[in-house]
């Protein structure tokens, strides 16, 4: 059996990795690749977080980690730390940018250096657009952009300070498409991609590079919580399957590494072919919509 196949054939097809299994993972590059090198990972806690941060440990990185959930991030440095993972973890949010300013100078107070900052905070919710609140509103997009952009700046002017070269990766969403039933999810990370590709730009005589990672469905728990009429598209995509996390973290490598020194300015899907045919409906397909629904037919 394939070995993607057997990664979900014998459990729940929305389980995410264990940490047990993140670690034993087979590893596409070689071993040390990132000793000495200090990454910033936000949202930390969470799925795609924890496996971008087993990854980068297992490669020599040290680990800086927040998030607003203080035990996750107290799971997390446990579970690094048991491996031998050099970590710091600080339980704040990226939209308030003084926390944001704080966190990038307690990381060179500490380690004297930042490499790399990883964007990987986010936040959304189903709803039809009608029905977002002001308040709704903002929390999606105060953590999706304005908490990107307080982390990118940061770390910018810090790097320009020290006359250091940086790099940045925002993890985001597949662009040019609808996404009904998230468009806060939709209009931030638009945004954030736009920040991407502008800054590249700027900031590429600076030595930062800039890039941004498409992701597609990728199996969690958190899938659970989606309406059962969601479910029909989350393998909607040519390879009709669901993503895992391991998946983003190993393209976040790529973009980290050697492999990516002459890569900027990009948005790299990781999506299963979903960015180019496919349907993905938070909040199930409206009949509308259907094919076969004789009041649209012709």
């Keep these: 059996m394939p070995e993607h196949q057997s ?47 087993t990854l980068f440990g297992r490669l020599g990185a040290t680990i800086v980690a927040c998030g607003r959930n203080p035990a996750s991030l107290d799971t997390l440095g446990d579970r690094l730390s048991s491996i031998g993972v050099e970590v710091f973890t600080k339980p704040m949010t990226i939209r308030d940018p003084d926390q944001v300013a704080a966190l990038i100078d307690d990381t060179w107070q500490r380690y004297g250096r930042l490499d790399l900052a990883i964007n990987n905070a986010g936040g959304q919710f189903t709803s039809p657009a009608i029905d977002i609140s002001p308040k709704g509103w903002h929390a999606v997009v105060e953590t999706n952009l304005y908490g990107t952009w307080y982390v990118m700046q940061a770390a910018a002017r810090r790097w320009l300070d020290e006359g250091r070269p940086g790099n940045i990766i925002n993890i985001s969403t597949i662009q040019g498409r609808a996404s009904v039933g998230i468009p806060h999810t939709a209009a931030s990370r638009a945004g954030g991609v736009a920040l991407t590709r502008s ?32 479910r029909a598209s ?34 790299l899907e990781i999506t299963g072919g979903e960015h180019v045919w496919g349907e993905y409906w938070p909040l199930g397909k409206p009949e509308y919509f259907e094919l076969d629904n004789p009041e649209t037919a012709d």
């Design 199 to 230: 800054l590249a730009v700027e900031w590429a005589p600076h030595r930062i590079r800039v890039n941004s990672i498409a992701v597609g469905v990728i199996a969690s728990e958190g899938l659970k919580t989606y309406p059962p009429e969601a």
């Design 7 to 53: 990664r979900h054939a014998d459990h729940d097809p929305y389980h995410s990795h264990s940490f047990e299994e993140l670690c034993a993972l087979p590893i596409a590059y070689r071993d040390g690749l990132f000793d000495g090198q200090v990454i910033l990972i936000t949202g930390g806690g969470g799925a795609i977080g924890t496996a971008m941060a």
């Design 234 to 267: 989350f393998g909607h995509n040519p390879m009709r399957r669901l993503g895992d996390v391991w998946d983003v973290a190993q393209g976040a490598a790529y973009l980290a590494g050697p492999t990516g020194d002459f890569v900027t300015g990009t948005h």
